[in-house]
Nanobody, 115 residues
Framework: QVQLVESGGGLVQAGGSLRLSCAAS????????MGWYRQAPGKQRELVAL???????NYSDSVKGRFTISRDNAKNTVYLQMNSLKPEDTAVYYC?????????WGQGTQVTVSS
């Protein structure tokens, strides 16, 4: 069973920065892709950023230019650097790893951006 453990969430003022980490219990380049999703109260979970096994990245339009996804294969960890945070970025952020047929999820970490 794969485990994904997120950390780095918290409370920050608008305009501030946070870095989320997701430590995997398996070699991360063995996954087809890893990503970060978020879910705000009353809203559906949405993709924030994705990085494939080949290193290709993809971002939602709402975070382009502000967030950066990266990985450290030696540490089996994926990061999400979040800059210029806005109140609308407030959500629970979930780490995701996917094989061909299976999705794995972390427990989530709360990010709250105050105005």
């Amino acid at each position: 069973q794969v485990q994904l453990v997120e950390s780095g969430g918290g409370l920050v003022q608008a305009g501030g920065s946070l870095r989320l980490s997701c430590a995997a219990s398996r070699i991360i380049f063995s996954f087809n892709a890893m990503g970060w999703y978020r879910q705000a109260p009353g809203k559906q979970r949405e993709l924030v950023a994705l990085i494939t096994s080949g290193g290709t990245t993809n971002y939602s339009d709402s975070v382009k230019g502000r967030f950066t996804i990266s990985r450290d294969n030696a540490k089996n960890t994926v990061y999400l650097q979040m800059n210029s945070l806005k109140p609308e970025d407030t959500a629970v952020y979930y780490c995701n790893a996917r094989d061909i047929t299976i999705n794995y999820w972390g427990q989530g970490t709360q990010v709250t951006v105050s105005s």
